[in-house]
């Protein structure tokens, strides 16, 4: 990838925004089909694991309207705002699913959550010793809440804070 390419991926991660990867030219691709591209570009551009896909030919008008339409419903999604009371019965499910583990003889327990932004959704979880808490167990509580409430193609943001006593 290029330089500029790199740039714009991590202004793109950085910014925690949606993204929609475009493959123009489209119509002059040979001996490949959508699938095999598409199995390409995740294995390239693993950051964007989620992020759809569009291929379209500008020269030709095909497919570019959908692009535009994609491009809309990621915005809506990453406008989402959650009921609290929905948020934290998935909160309660997915440590029912997978606990956080524990860390030097804490165990972190999940007690409520609430949204405190939208463009990304992002959470606030009050927790028991959320500095035990891990980079790993972070990324599937947001995949998980992705799942739960068809966010999966926006980033999701979700801040671990200690439960006022």
Do not use: M
């Not at 790199?6 to 040979?30: F, M, R, S, Y």
């Not at 551009?45 to 309207?65: E, K, Q």
């Amino acid at each position: 990838a290029s330089t500029t390419a790199q740039q714009t991926a991590k202004l793109i991660q950085e910014g925690h925004k949606p993204c929609v990867l475009v493959v123009n030219k489209w119509d002059q691709a040979e001996d490949v089909t959508t699938e095999e591209y598409a199995k390409y570009l995740e294995l390239r551009l693993n950051h964007f694991r989620s992020s759809p896909i569009c291929f379209t030919s500008a020269i030709n008008g095909r497919r570019c309207w959908q692009t535009i339409d994609v491009a809309l419903e990621l915005y809506k999604q990453s406008r989402t705002q959650l009921p609290t009371p929905a948020l934290n019965k998935a909160l309660v499910e997915a440590e029912r699913h997978h606990e956080p583990p524990a860390r030097k003889n804490k165990k972190p327990r999940l007690l409520y959550g609430v949204q405190v932004a939208v463009g990304p959704p992002t959470f606030v979880v009050y927790c028991r010793h959320p500095d035990k808490i891990d980079d790993k167990y972070n990324r599937y509580l947001c995949r998980y809440l992705g799942e739960k409430f068809d966010l999966e193609e926006v980033p999701i943001r979700v801040f671990f804070r200690d439960a006022p006593r």
